[in-house]
């Protein structure tokens, strides 16, 4: 009986031990940490112990546990526990243990990021210093270097073992080496045999992960580890949400969870203030994240303080190593914002390992003396964003930039008679100085030097191809640079080659652009003459052309011999040049922003909306093949990349076919819904006079006297620009009489269809093209009317009534007022509620229109002018449309006179060129 009675009670104890056995484990269905088989969610601060005095973790932990985290987050650093070689210090300020068990007496869970490597901004990385030796290679299945780590994790490992969550303690989670895949080794041996040190001391219940940025997830993961990611708070939340479905690619998969979530940033001497947290951006992107159910690490809850010597450094030579870089343009102003983490992980993808980007000086000061960084504008994001995908970055900060974009880049209202631009001029300085003090030390704070990844900053652009030649400007701006983002920023120029001489700066490192349409001779040469200016240095092209702009009117998109391309890239890389793909994402020129450049017989060529380039990438975001594939494989022999998996391509939908528009009237009769602002003068006033940058301006005066039908009527050279409709206006209504379009040359005339009497009211519509973005016919670029209007060289006209128009107003209201005629020009409208489900980019084409712009909910895609060609669509990006059950409403500004029985809408998957 007794026997029985005792089986009974161990069968009890064991039914009991089973029971209450504490587990901690992954759920990689369902995406959820599960605990002693329930879900949970941490929430958690790191801490450093090492940076916090022993007195003080109580303290910490209970302020920690105050702010209702369960969980708090550490990094070991080797070297405090082993600062003479072979020697293990476990006590004091390093006593692990006593501040493990300082955490569970606070009622927190712990993670423990064990290394070996942990960064931290710690000495070496938290590596003991006596590995510095030329005989071991760090963070690699090198020998040597694993002799030490085998050692130390013997020492380590045990004292994590004791107090794991599945053995009573609290220790939840073991971090293995820290953001391996932005380290260039990409050693799978060394991170299979890291994971069989920790298994075997830890056992195989303990959860087991890494952390990377989501770009770099490939060589930083394991496959029989967690794999977690890191970001901060300027991302969006699709951004976000996309790292996380990377993050579950990779390793075992599970949780989303982000080991790093910034609270602020690192400084180092020399920077101008302490890192600013956006304190509601940071709160807000938390709050997304913990409603998807992520785990999250603050990073840092507290910092401390490196005492003593243990403060890391930042190197900006590749950590002392030679450097060189595969890179690619894209301009984030041409690129909505919502794609730029897109972009750029299809850039790291091809195995590029630098991007490079233009600031667009317009685009943040688009009002004279405000400067605006939100959005699109949003610089410091971008940025960010590409720190995040695990790449460098080359501002190339101005202030002329060039790039097709209206003005090369220079605020409107720049252009100005007292002014010379791109000169010494104390006026033009007067304007650059004020710019740089907002713009440098955004980009100082995030210099490679300074822990962010902007390797090189270009002063200018092209400056030798420029007429002035001014080398006090360029001392000038020399000095604006160097004394704002410090001596060590390190400062270039571009040029052609045959235009080194007045490009250059004594200070500055010079380098040269060209395409691949020259011989191998000649580029061997560029490269050696690009050495005899400036201070001299490595080989780069900083322009190597994938393709060229597109004009309207030019008889199709250019067509990259992608053979010849990708040839003499391999033997640009073969001379150890490095090499920026100029564009390897055109992107597109939105609202008003194309450029225009001088024909050579003097006219003007007007930039088409479509940046596309013929680059690797298309204006819509997709991948181009073979070229694409071609760079990604000659990049990966040469540089010894590691393939990363290409995105798939966004998808793309052709929504409708034909859709009817509705004529709603002329912007005269629409007057008042479109109007920002009016003035009466005796002489005309230019556009920047008004106020105005861009868009129209409608000018309102009196004809001086008859005007036969069927005779000449001529504007003096050069005075509307850029293009104007007339109308007339007389008793019985309205009257649309042609378009004007300014000639730099001669006089612009048309055909009177009708006879203009004496003290008709004369209308001009005038229109901004694009100002000129290179040569010397920057000088001039004031819009609108510019100085007298004098017809037929005799009639000089007076009086004028000058409206500055906003046309993106027109969405206000659109009630059709009965008396508008349906032969003028005009806004028509469409809208179109889409079927149920996702809304995708497309693109849309205006069928039976001639020229104007198209606006969707208020947004400006750009120019249309398909009779021009060779661009017959505009490309919407999905952000701008609004899913089912809202109503997605479409305004087209048409200039010209069309049928509108005729018009209407259409949509396509893909870009419609001629040809």
């Known amino acids: ?157 045990p004292r994590l073992q004791r107090n794991l969550y599945v053995n009573g303690g609290n220790i939840i989670l073991v971090q293995v080496e820290n953001e391996y895949g932005s380290y260039n080794q ?101 709050d997304f994240m913990l409603l998807l159910n992520a785990s999250v690490n603050i990073y ?35 690129v909505p914002y919502q794609y730029w983490s897109d972009r ?24 004279n003396g405000s400067f605006d960084f939100t959005g699109q504008a949003d610089l410091e994001k971008f940025i960010l964003e590409t720190q995040a995908a695990g790449m460098n970055l080359i501002v190339r900060a101005g202030p002329y930039v060039c790039a097709e974009w209206d003005f090369g880049g220079l605020p409107w209202f720049l252009a100005h008679t007292n002014i010379t631009i791109r000169t010494s001029d104390p006026n033009y300085m007067f304007y650059v100085r004020r710019w740089y003090k907002v713009l440098l030390p955004i980009l100082k704070r995030h210099l490679y030097i300074n822990g962010g990844n902007i390797i090189s900053i270009q002063v200018e652009n092209e400056y030798g191809s420029y007429y002035q030649c001014d080398g006090t400007y360029m001392d000038e701006l020399y000095e604006i640079f160097s004394s704002g983002l410090g001596k060590d920023a390190v400062l270039f120029t571009t040029d052609p080659p045959y235009s080194l001489k007045c490009g250059t700066q004594k200070d500055m490192l010079a380098t040269v652009d060209f395409g691949p349409n020259y011989k191998e001779s000649n580029m061997r040469i560029f490269l050696e003459l690009q050495n005899h200016f400036g201070t001299g240095g490595p080989k780069v092209n900083s322009e190597y052309y994938s393709g060229w702009l597109v004009h309207w009117g030019d008889p199709t998109y250019f067509h990259t011999n992608i053979s010849g391309f990708v040839n003499k890239l391999d033997f640009l890389l073969s001379l150890n040049a490095s090499v920026n793909t100029y564009m390897f994402e055109g992107g597109t020129s939105f609202g008003y922003w194309s450029g225009a450049n001088v024909g050579t017989s003097g006219s003007t060529l007007y930039d088409i909306t479509s940046y596309d380039y013929s680059a690797p990438i298309t204006e819509s975001g997709d991948i181009t093949s073979p070229f694409y594939y071609r760079i990604k494989d000659l990049l990966a022999k040469r540089l010894k990349n590691f393939n ?65 039908k069927n005779s000449q009527f001529c504007v003096s050279n050069n005075t509307v620009r850029d293009s104007a409709s007339v109308f007339v206006k007389r008793a019985n209504g309205l009257k649309f009489f042609g378009n004007i379009f300014n000639n730099r040359n001669s006089d612009s005339c048309l055909t009177l269809e009708d006879t203009i009497t004496k003290n008709d009211i004369l209308y001009f519509l005038v229109q901004n093209q694009g100002r000129i973005n290179f040569a010397k016919e920057m000088n001039d670029q004031r819009k609108g009317i510019v100085g007298d209007v004098i017809v037929n060289n005799k009639d000089k006209l007076y009086q004028w009534h000058s409206t500055v128009l906003n046309i993106t107003n027109i969405f206000q209201n659109f009630t059709t007022r009965p008396y508008d005629q349906e032969n003028l020009p005009g806004f028509y409208v469409s809208s179109v509620i889409f079927e149920p489900g996702d809304v995708n980019d497309t693109f849309i084409m205006p069928n039976n229109f001639k020229r104007g712009f198209i ?60 040809n």
């Open 644 to 708: 990363i998996t290409v995105p798939r391509n966004t998808t793309k939908t052709a929504y409708a076919s034909n859709l009817s528009t509705a004529y709603l009237g002329s912007a005269i009769h629409l007057l008042e819904r479109i109007a920002t602002h009016s003035v009466y003068t005796k002489k005309a006033m230019s556009m920047e006079d008004l106020g105005c940058g861009y868009g129209f301006i409608l000018y309102e005066t009196h004809s001086p006297t008859t005007y036969e």
């Open 1 to 157: 009986m007794h026997k029985w009675i005792l089986l009974y009670c161990i069968l009890c104890f064991l039914w009991i031990v089973a029971e209450t056995r504490r587990t901690f484990k992954l759920d990689t269905e369902k995406r959820l940490f599960i605990k002693n088989g329930k879900p949970f969610q941490y929430a958690s601060g790191s801490l450093h112990y090492a940076r916090v005095p022993p007195h003080y973790w109580k303290d910490r932990l209970s302020k920690i546990k105050a702010a209702n985290l369960n969980t708090v987050q550490t990094y070991v650093m080797w070297n405090v526990h082993e600062k003479e070689n072979g020697k293990f210090q476990f006590s004091g300020q390093a006593n692990l243990e006593a501040f493990i068990n300082a955490t569970q007496a606070a009622g927190l869970y712990l993670i423990v990021r064990a290394g070996p490597y942990v960064c931290a901004e710690w000495e070496f990385g938290g590596l003991p210093w006596f590995l510095a030796n030329k005989n071991i290679t760090v963070r690699s299945s090198d020998e040597n270097y694993m002799f030490y780590v085998k050692r130390w994790l013997r020492q380590l490992l």
């Open 344 to 367: 750029l992980l299809r850039m790291k993808a091809a195995n590029l390992n630098t991007v490079q980007t233009y600031v667009m000086w317009n685009f943040h000061e688009y009002k």
């Open 186 to 286: 990409c050693d799978k041996k060394y991170m299979k045999q890291l994971y069989k040190i920790f298994r075997k001391h830890l056992g195989n219940e303990l959860i087991l992960f890494t952390t990377d940025s989501a770009p770099n997830l490939k060589c930083g993961s394991y496959p029989k580890m967690f794999a977690t990611v890191d970001f901060g708070y300027s991302l969006s939340k699709k951004t976000i949400n996309d790292y996380f479905n990377e993050q579950n690619k990779y390793g075992v998969g599970g949780p989303r969870v982000n080991s790093e979530y910034y609270s602020g940033w690192l400084v180092h001497w020399g920077d101008s203030s302490l890192f600013q947290t956006n304190i509601s951006k940071f709160i807000q992107n938390l």
């Open 300 to 334: 840092m809850l507290e910092g401390g303080t490196n005492f003593g010597y243990w403060s890391g450094a930042n190197s900006a030579q590749s950590d002392g190593k030679p450097f060189r870089y595969a890179s690619g343009s894209l301009h984030y102003v041409r």
């Open 855 to 914: 606006l969707v909910n208020g947004f400006n895609l750009g120019r249309y002018w398909p009779e021009m060609g060779p661009q017959k669509t505009l490309y919407i990006p999905k952000y701008c449309l609004k899913a089912y059950p809202l109503r997605n409403v479409f305004v087209i500004f048409e200039l010209e006179v069309v049928d509108n029985s005729a018009t209407s809408i259409s949509f396509f998957k893909e870009a419609i060129w001629n």
